[in-house]
């Protein structure tokens, strides 16, 4: 599956934006990853096990929301309340949905976007 994120840019703190991630075939559960100058790639968001359920970092619970429109075979992240800290490559990646493997681990996800970049200015 490839994948195709968009919607990264320079924005203030306290700013808002939303991140696309269009995949090219459906049946994968998508998830947001990210990775700051320096840093190793952390999880962002994901669908949890749970029908209709949501799993966040603590970092951005309460600011982010993941979404999809599953016609569309389409992911998004919402932003809000954004902060200096949240500055990364933004990463939408994939994987198979037989695979149980934690939500959270970079491991288990085999298929990775070419990532947008979001800047937060202080």
């Known amino acids: 599956v490839q994948l195709q994120a968009s919607g990264g840019g320079l924005v203030q703190a306290g700013g808002s934006l939303r991140l696309p991630c269009a995949a090219s075939?459906?049946?994968?559960?998508m998830s947001w990853f990210r990775q700051a100058p320096g840093k190793e790639r952390e999880f962002v968001a994901a669908?949890?096990?749970?029908?209709?359920?949501?799993y966040y970092a603590s970092s951005v619970k309460g600011r982010f929301t993941i979404s999809r429109n599953d016609a569309k075979n389409t992911v998004y992240l919402q932003m809000n309340s954004l902060k200096p800290e949240d500055t990364a490559v933004y990463y939408c990646?994939?994987?198979?949905?037989?695979?149980?493997?934690?939500?959270?681990?970079?491991?288990?996800?085999?298929?990775w976007g070419q990532g947008t970049q979001v800047t937060v200015s202080s």
């Open positions: 990646v994939a994987r198979s949905t037989v695979n149980l493997g934690a939500l959270s681990s970079a491991g288990e996800h085999p298929y």
């Open positions: 075939a459906s049946h994968y559960r």
């Open positions: 669908f949890s096990w749970r029908a209709e359920g949501t």
